[in-house]
């Protein structure tokens, strides 16, 4: 009798625990993401490589309340062979107790990217620092991309150093008609005049902050993300000029450096939060407008060229204006193409939960194209058979 009462036992143990740590078939954007340790994923911002048949997630390791939006761990990782069902690598990249590293315990960490470089056989991470403020207060001005590197995808990476890029540069491609010149209504005396006096209401928008930062410091780097072209190239694509302007850096072929190769995109157009891909050799541009952790619109651009000009598609969201205006309540961090499949690529972005970060959710969502335009619409529950329609 004893030994049945066990066995009952033991075998609905195994049902609950076929029911919970179960094999996921679909994303259900928005809710709890088990990982395979039945915990919600912990990877925000986060940035996703396909290698060797393997998909690997990196992202900001959260903690709880509104302290958990700094960075208290560092870059958590995951893999999965079919983007449904993901296993914990632990944490890859960890922040410092060392209150002088440039990685302390308590500095901002943000949308972590890893490439691999097919030359040096390194992954290589890049992501945005803000280093630790005094006050311990989140502080946004030091607004550099940073970098570290491993021999493995799930590390671990070792810190290099951190980047204001192209200081004393001028752009070298894109839009430069459009962008290279600050306001044009301004004469010398008073272009020196705001620069001088770190005019910040001035400096915003205008084209001062970028002729400041390559007087000064170098541009400022933010929101950031990562994308490798078809011939190898890389690029560093981030926030820039107080927000107000995306710039497109080159990487050496190392892809640990800058190459001087560097284009203002959409001056004055406040995006962050930059997601690329390519297809039908066109590049296609996702981003938010600049409203902190809460939800926006989204953008979209498309350019024959990486450097641009990128001409805006607008809002690629299609939904109730509710869904329009917040982007299901998301905000852009990566595009996933997916292996094996032809034109099939997956808009994910981040519920970010301030209040209590590491409750962030996730959002997974398939990309139509009407109209040469990218177009995202709500699914509760969807698998990638999708794309096979
Ligand atoms: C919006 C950015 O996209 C996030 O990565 C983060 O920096 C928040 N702003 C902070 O308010």
Redesign the pocket.
């Known amino acids: 009798m004893a030994t049945h009462i066990v066995s009952g036992i033991v075998l609905l143990a195994l049902c609950y625990a076929c029911t919970v740590f179960g094999e996921q078939k679909s994303f259900k954007s928005g809710q709890i993401m088990p990982d395979n340790n039945n915990v919600h994923i912990n990877a925000h ?1 986060g940035g996703f490589l396909y290698k060797g048949g393997l998909y690997y997630w990196f992202g900001e390791h959260k903690t709880e309340g509104t302290a958990g939006n700094l960075a208290n761990v560092g870059v958590h990782c995951y893999s999965s062979a079919d983007l449904y069902n993901w296993k914990d690598e632990g944490v890859v990249l960890s922040v410092s107790n060392d209150d002088a590293s440039e990685i302390a315990k308590g500095c901002i960490l ?2 972590p990217k890893v490439i691999y470089n097919a030359k040096t056989g390194k992954y290589v991470m890049w992501f945005h620092l803000e280093f630790k403020s005094a006050d311990g207060k989140p502080n946004y001005s030091t607004a550099r991309c940073a970098l570290a590197v491993s021999d493995k995808p799930t590390g671990p990476y070792s810190y290099v150093r951190s980047f204001r890029p192209q200081k004393g540069r001028m752009p070298t491609d894109g839009d430069i008609a459009d962008c290279i010149s600050i306001d044009k209504s301004f004469d010398d005396a008073q272009i020196e005049k705001v620069l001088n006096n770190n005019n910040y209401k001035m400096l915003k928008g205008r084209g001062f902050a970028f002729v400041r930062d390559m007087r000064g410091k170098g541009q400022m780097a ?2 950031m993300t990562l994308f490798v072209d078809d011939n190898s190239k890389a690029y560093l694509i981030c926030s820039s000029e107080e927000n107000a302007t995306l710039h497109i850096h080159e990487l050496t072929d190392d892809y640990q450096n800058f190459t001087g190769r560097f284009a203002r995109v959409r001056c004055s157009d406040w995006n ?2 930059p997601a690329i891909f390519k297809k039908d050799g066109k590049y296609y541009l996702f981003a ?1 407008f600049c409203t ?2 809460a939800p926006n619109s989204a953008r979209s651009y498309v350019s024959e060229s990486i450097y641009g000009p990128w001409r805006s598609l607008g809002n690629p969201i299609d939904g109730s204006p509710e869904q329009m205006r917040t982007t299901f309540g998301g ?1 852009s961090t990566f595009v996933i193409p997916v292996a094996g499949k032809e034109d099939a690529f997956i808009f994910v972005a981040d519920i970010w939960r301030p209040k209590n970060a590491i409750d962030g959710r996730y959002i997974f969502l398939p990309i139509e194209f009407e109209n040469g335009r990218p177009v995202i619409r709500w699914k509760n529950e969807w698998d990638l058979s999708f794309f096979d329609k």
Do not use: H, K, L, P
Request: hydrophobic share 20%; proline share 0%.
């Open positions: 911002g943000e949308r933010r929101d962050e939060a938010s902190g952790w905000q």
